[in-house]
């Protein structure tokens, strides 16, 4: 058979496109560095100036892949990693494709199926709606326990069906792969959405038992369950349990936007259910802001969230400006600031270290850049 390669450069990557007889295959090379220099009003008692990368955006290099099998059917699939600008290191643990790495069959009639490392359903149907993170890549959830930052989940299945008549839904399974441990580090996902006109809705549940958090460093709670999680003494801390395992680990989530014009209003909320030794704390995240499309070229962002869990309360707003220079290229200038309750060592999203005063801000300029 006659094989016909042609490789272009184009917007959003490096694409290959291979046809072998009736067949017709893309393979796209694309990535994303995101840096800048951010001032923190406290961490572990101290001001700090300092770079940091992949704040707004994750830094990422990947390939993602598309083969016409005919009859509406396409094999796809997809391999990113992530890595530190300001070090050149590999993030997510040193893995080529921490962020993601899975292969599937997309068919226009019966859905989508993929499998391996991929974002969750949260991630596809509810995080679109955190909009304190839209303005700052700081405003994530606190601890981001909620998961509403577009986080992943390994060895996992993962079902789409088509859009019809503006809905979709799907549904996750993510298997533990340790003997005698089935359910125990597994994780299933359910969720979908619904799109119409300026309206767009989202809702997703999701159960994660026996999955681990660091209570302190995510939360800034020195106190989890009531066990000491972390102690201070001279403005010095030690975490002490840095992988508190929760028996029982459960997400709703739901949000929506609706646009006028240039403004898109978004709101969401999340409840938390989790589990320790016959305990059971909620926390719960009520958020809500805009978008503002001032210009082709310039967005304007804000968001106010309202954070709760074991009597602590978390009390955080977030703004930015970006400033598109040409479509891949965007400046931009955001700032946050978090006040906490009696008890806790509050921390934007989980990025920073916890404050030793009960508030913590930050002022962050920086540019993103799409290849």
């Known amino acids: 058979m006659k094989k016909q390669v042609a490789m272009m450069l184009a917007f959003g990557g490096l694409t290959s496109t291979v046809g072998v007889a009736h067949a017709q295959s893309t393979v796209t090379l694309y990535g994303l560095i995101d840096d800048g220099i951010t001032y923190v009003s406290n961490e572990s008692g101290h001001k700090n100036i300092k770079m940091d990368s992949g704040i707004a955006h994750g830094n990422r ?86 998961r509403m930052s577009c986080t992943r989940l390994p060895n996992a299945v993962k079902y789409t069906t088509p859009k019809f008549a503006g809905f979709r839904a799907g549904v996750m399974y993510s298997f533990s792969n340790v003997a005698g441990s089935f359910h125990t580090g597994s994780a299933w996902e359910v969720g979908g959405n619904y799109t119409n006109g300026p309206v767009r809705l989202g ?53 929506g936007s609706y646009q006028i014009g240039k403004l898109t209003m978004m709101a969401n909320f999340t409840n938390t259910e989790l589990g320790h030794k016959n305990m059971t704390s909620y926390m719960h995240v009520y958020e809500g802001g805009a978008t503002y499309q001032l210009t082709p070229a310039w967005l304007v962002a804000a968001g106010y969230q309202h954070d709760t869990l074991q009597g602590h309360t978390w009390n955080q707003v977030s703004a930015g400006v970006q400033y598109s220079l040409s479509k891949r290229t965007t400046v931009y200038l955001s700032g946050d600031f978090v006040k906490a309750s009696s008890g806790v060592n509050p921390e934007l999203g989980w990025y920073t270290t916890p404050s030793l005063a009960s508030t913590q801000g930050d002022v962050r300029v920086g540019i993103t850049h799409k290849f």
């Open 203 to 255: 809702v997703a549940y999701a159960s994660l038992p026996g999955y681990a958090i660091d209570p302190y460093n995510r939360l800034g709670t020195p106190v989890f369950f009531g066990q000491t999680v972390a102690t201070v003494s001279n403005n010095v801390e030690t975490d002490l349990v840095s992988n508190f395992v929760l028996d029982t680990y459960k997400i709703f989530a739901i949000g």
């Open 61 to 146: 290099w990947g390939f993602k892949g598309r083969e016409d099998l005919g009859g509406g059917t396409a094999a796809i699939f997809a391999l990113e990693g992530g890595f530190n600008v300001n070090t050149g290191k590999a993030a997510n643990g040193g893995a080529v494709f921490g962020r993601q790495s899975w292969v599937g069959l997309d068919n226009q009639t019966w859905g989508t199926l993929q499998m391996g490392d991929q974002y969750d359903i949260i991630s596809d149907y509810v995080c679109d709606y955190n909009v304190s993170f839209i303005a700052s890549g700081y405003g994530i959830h606190q601890g981001d326990i909620d």
